[in-house]
T-cell receptor, first 113, second 114 residues
């Protein structure tokens, strides 16, 4: 069965600093990969997704993620973090041909002003 | 454009009581899902449905039942609530064969069982 690991439970960055959130997956083939963001008291919003092709994908709110097959990783990045980016971020895996997303345990991002 | 609507948003139950959470989507999606979210555990799939009249168990189905009598609605029932079911519940939907485009989530139901 596929699995997703987000090794960082909490991350704190200063406003304006760069950000990288880690995500590793375990799956036999290349799955579909997603990043979601959850603001306090809200549902999950899709930031970006990867299916195939260019391994660097752009998403909303200035986020990007890079798929690295050799490392089974799909890390989320942002060059300059804004205070409004404070939220919880979830990486998710969708196996090709399947019908269920599997989520990581999430990374809580705190932004210091 | 409502998307996915969950009712109620908050509920407090006593141990042993029953309740039903309602999820409604207006996007004509085939697939619907119920997840629970607990601190440090991410989202775990309870039950899902790939079409009207069909349901299937997810990762943590015990203590829950579901029904999909209409395509747009997916109900999650707790027959006899337990404190371990205190959680935030999220409903999501996706298009058949296009789950690779991701899910649309509701805003959640915060349930406390005392």
């Amino acid at each position: 069965a596929q699995s997703v690991t987000q090794p960082d439970i909490h991350i704190t960055v200063s406003e304006g600093a760069s950000l990288e959130l880690r995500c590793n997956y375990s799956y036999g083939a290349t799955p579909y990969l997603f990043w979601y963001v959850q603001s306090p008291g809200q549902g999950l919003q899709l930031l970006l997704k990867y299916f195939s092709g260019d391994t660097l994908v752009q998403g909303i709110k200035g986020f990007e993620a890079e798929f690295k097959r050799s490392q089974s990783s799909f890390n989320l990045r942002k060059p300059s973090v804004h205070w409004s980016d404070a939220a919880e971020y979830f990486c998710a895996v969708f196996p090709g041909g399947g019908n269920k997303l599997t989520f990581g345990t999430g990374t809580q991002l705190k932004v210091e002003l | 454009n409502a998307g996915v609507t969950q009712t109620p948003k908050f509920r407090v139950l006593k141990t042993g009581q029953s309740m039903t959470l309602l999820c409604a989507q207006d996007m004509n999606h085939e697939y619907m899902y119920w997840y629970r979210q607990d601190p440090g555990m991410g989202l775990r799939l309870i039950h899902y449905s790939v079409g009207e009249g069909t349901t299937a168990k997810g990762e943590v189905p015990d203590g829950y039942n579901v029904s999909r009598l209409k395509k747009q609605n997916f109900l999650l029932g707790l027959e006899s609530a337990a404190p371990s079911q205190t959680s935030v519940y999220f409903c999501a939907s996706s298009s058949a064969g296009q789950g690779n485009y991701g899910y649309t989530f509701g805003s959640g139901t915060r349930l406390t069982v005392v």
